[in-house]
């Protein structure tokens, strides 16, 4: 059973996230505030996180920054700020998915399943095949350990970015255009307005040039991105 823990400082919203995702069978861990949030995820085995932004002592993207130094568990961002920079801070910080209050529970439970479906399956389907490591531009990513470095020296990921990255790396020299990473990456169709792969290439590039100290994907101009041999 796969444990949801749900942040906020709106206890109504915390307890109304919680009828609802344990109606689909899911164990949920509730917070409150930032530092509790913290404390929980130290102490209990948490599957996924649905983080709000605005909260007291530590707010979401300060939690999620701090999660993203070392751990890979999926987040789901939600926030009553609905401008295109919120959503974009939002996932440049780290989170995987991001939604705007006020929100639907069942487009949440939708996206809630979508993003444990996305990080598992892949990673349990991965585990279960001989280890497969992929190597280009001196960076090694494991497939089966869910890892990637340069050098020697790791790399975090999100899951969002790591499973871009596979894709690059498997296919050295192949452009992708932004619909076809989005529709194979998230498995949803995409629309012309999305702007998320985007965002999402822009983390990841950065993340790489900070440690290899170049850009390792490239943009083809009116057509997608590649990753060179």
């Given at each position: 059973m796969r444990n949801i823990l749900v942040v906020d400082d709106d206890k109504e919203i915390v307890d109304l996230i919680s009828i609802y995702l344990r109606n689909e069978g899911f164990e949920v861990?509730?917070?409150y505030s930032g530092v509790e949030a913290m404390n929980t995820f130290m102490n209990k085995k948490i599957d996924l996180i649905i983080l709000d932004i605005m909260m007291p002592d530590m707010n979401g993207l300060e939690v999620c920054r701090v999660l993203r130094d070392k751990w890979h568990v999926p987040i789901i961002m939600v926030s009553a700020k609905g401008e295109d920079i919120d959503k974009i801070t939002g996932l440049m910080t780290g989170a995987d998915d991001y939604l705007i209050?006020?929100?639907n529970p069942l487009e949440l439970l939708a996206r809630v399943k979508t993003l444990l479906r996305r990080t598992y399956q892949y990673r349990e389907a991965e585990n279960d095949k001989?280890?497969?490591i992929l190597r280009v531009q001196?960076?090694?990513i494991n497939k089966s350990a869910?890892?990637?470095s340069y050098k020697g020296s790791p790399i975090s990921l999100t899951s969002t970015e790591f499973e871009?990255?596979?894709l690059l790396a498997s296919n050295p020299g192949r452009v992708f255009g932004a619909e076809e990473l989005f529709e194979r990456v998230w498995k949803e169709k995409y629309f012309a307005s999305n702007n998320t792969v985007m965002v999402y290439i822009s983390n990841l590039r950065d993340k790489l040039e900070k440690e290899m100290g170049y850009k390792a994907?490239?943009?083809v101009w009116g057509v997608g991105?590649?990753?060179e041999e």
């Open positions: 861990s509730k917070a209050k006020p929100f001989k280890q497969e001196s960076l090694e869910y890892t990637v871009i990255l596979c994907i490239k943009t991105y590649k990753i």
